[in-house]
């Protein structure tokens, strides 16, 4: 089966421009997850969704970030403006309740200058 | 709240040895997993062992073994025979069993792995 894809892999933007991420799970997987991964520190949820709706978005900076599935398959993620914290690698995840573990992409590298 | 601490930034393991990696970890919920991913240079995080707190005989997967003391809150993982490709980032993880398999993963700060030929 198709793994997790994700993209672009990799961008460069510079303070307070916005950025979008795109995120196609593993067919059939209701649930998809947006992770934040500051270098040097494990990952970090900002958001979950169950098919199109948020389970959980605790962690998620509101005034800047959002998040999107609307048709419960593919989502996007965006930062709009970005900061220079803001760096970090973004990984796009899914599962589902058949199997124990949750399926990673290869993730998306943003550097804010 | 749950945590999970890995208190080695970095290890070195000689190929064809044994190593390893410590993880322990913190929570109020009376049923939770505990995982083991790894992350390669390439960025994907790559599942490697899963341990539920109520199994009774510890996860084994190939030449991965998780060390599982739950009295001492400890889920470390053991390579065996470590391979040069054994070289990555690892990460301890958590889920509460609350929320099933879909529930969201809390990570520790990980662990760098390298292998000497």
């Known amino acids: 089966e198709a793994g997790v894809a994700q993209s672009p892999r990799y961008k460069i933007i510079e303070k307070r421009q916005s950025v979008a991420f795109w995120c196609n799970p593993i067919?059939?997987?209701?649930?998809l997850y947006w992770y934040q991964q500051i270098l040097g520190q494990g990952p970090k949820l900002l958001i979950q969704?169950?098919?199109?709706?948020?389970?959980?978005d605790s962690q998620l900076p509101k005034d800047r970030f959002s998040a999107e599935r609307l048709k419960g398959v593919d989502s996007t993620l965006k930062i709009q403006p970005a900061k220079l914290e803001d760096s970090a690698v973004y990984l796009c995840?899914?599962?589902?309740?058949?199997?124990?573990?949750?399926?990673f992409g290869q993730g998306t590298r943003l550097t804010v200058v | 709240a749950q945590k999970i601490t890995q208190t080695q930034p970095g290890m070195f393991v000689q190929e064809k040895e044994a190593v390893t990696l410590d993880c322990t970890y913190d929570?109020?919920?009376?049923?939770?997993?505990l995982f083991w991913y790894k992350q390669p240079s390439s960025g994907e995080m790559i599942f490697l062992i899963y341990?539920?707190?109520?199994?009774?005989q510890n996860a084994t997967e190939g030449r991965y073994s998780l060390n599982f003391q739950k009295a001492r809150k400890s889920a470390n993982l053991v390579i065996s025979a470590s391979q040069l490709g054994d070289s990555a980032m690892y990460f301890c993880?958590?889920?509460?069993?609350?929320?099933?398999?879909?529930?969201?993963?809390?990570f520790g700060q990980g662990t760098t792995l390298q292998v000497k030929p």
């Open positions: 995840a899914s599962s589902s309740p058949e199997r124990t573990e949750a399926f």
């Open positions: 067919s059939g997987h209701a649930t």
């Open positions: 969704f169950q098919n199109n709706g948020v389970v959980d």
């Open positions: 929570t109020s919920d009376p049923s939770y997993g």
């Open positions: 341990q539920g707190s109520y199994d009774q």
């Open positions: 993880a958590m889920r509460a069993s609350r929320s099933g398999n879909t529930g969201k993963l809390i």
